[in-house]
Each structure stands twice: as structure tokens, then as C-alpha cells.
Nanobody
């Protein structure tokens, strides 16, 4: 059983920064972040391989967000900078054996953490 727990969400002003964390109950999984705004689909944000050698980003966040991981702590981070109101969403952590950018490829999901960016 894979358990993922996100934290770090909150309210921030536009242009600000926030760091999300996701702790996994298992190791040796690729991890990803997705986000879902009200009334919209869950979109890909970023993904990182187990080794950390491979990372992918959604077009909307390239150059502003950075995904990283601490393998010793089974934790993945999403550093978000230059935040915009359109970044407002529930952010979900997801896990699978190999890295993917496709939502439907992921079997394990966290409960999500709310990020709200005010203008």
C-alpha cells in the first residue's frame, strides 16, 4: 500500500513563493505533481524519476517551478516561485514505478493540498 501525504499549501500573494512537500510510505517510485482548479481537469505540473536524474515540467510552470526529492526521507518537493493567480488549485502528489507525465498512468495519489494565489 502506497500512502502519499502532501503539505505546504496555503495563501500567497502573486509573485510570491511556496514549497510543497509530499512524503511517501515507499521508496523507489517516480513521483509527480498534478493540480486541479475548480471546474477543470487535473493537469500535469512536474515529475521526477526515482534517481532524480530525469525531470519534466508542464508548459505553464516551466522556469517558475522546480521539482526535487530527498530519497533518504522519501520526500518530493515542489518549489513554486513567481506565483500567479492562475496557479490557484488543489495540488496532488502521485507515484508510479517509472516516470510519466500522463495523469492516467498514476495509480497512487495523495489527498491534495490547496494553493491559493491572490492578485
Amino acid at each position: 500500500q502506497v500512502r502519499l501525504v502532501e503539505s505546504g499549501g496555503g495563501l500567497v500573494q502573486a509573485g510570491g513563493s511556496l514549497r510543497l512537500s509530499c512524503v511517501s510510505s515507499v521508496s523507489r517510485y517516480a513521483m509527480a505533481w498534478f493540480r486541479q482548479a475548480p471546474g477543470k481537469e487535473r493537469d500535469f505540473v512536474a515529475a521526477i524519476s526515482w534517481s532524480g536524474d530525469s525531470t519534466y515540467y508542464g508548459d505553464a510552470v516551466k522556469g517558475r517551478f522546480t521539482i526535487s526529492r530527498d530519497k533518504a526521507r522519501n520526500t518530493v518537493y515542489l518549489q513554486m516561485s513567481s506565483l500567479k493567480p492562475e496557479d490557484t488549485a488543489v495540488y496532488y502528489c502521485a507515484a508510479r514505478v517509472t516516470i510519466s507525465t500522463r495523469r492516467d498512468d498514476y495509480s497512487y495519489w495523495g489527498q491534495g493540498t490547496q494553493v491559493t494565489v491572490s492578485s
